[in-house]
């Protein structure tokens, strides 16, 4: 992921696509260029809520509903 503006940044994460309701799709980013001190991206081995040693629980994971 990368955003151009208001200035250009680098994210790295994780993300599950789940085949049923009530989500659909589970999402955990992190940035990483520029580097933000203590951030860690999270990884699948540690899976969701590993973003900086689980530092943040799951507060950074976003959950997104299929739209029918």
């Given at each position: ?25 589970w999402?955990?980013?992190a ?11 999270p ?17 950074l ?8």
């Open positions: 992921m990368e955003q151009s503006s208001p200035s250009n940044v680098t994210s790295e994460g994780i993300y599950k696509v789940f085949p049923a309701n009530p989500d659909s799709m999402y955990e980013i940035q990483t260029n520029p580097a933000v001190t203590g951030v860690t991206p990884n699948a081995n540690d899976g969701f809520g590993s973003t900086s040693d689980g530092a943040y629980g799951t507060a994971v976003q959950k997104y509903l299929r739209a029918e």
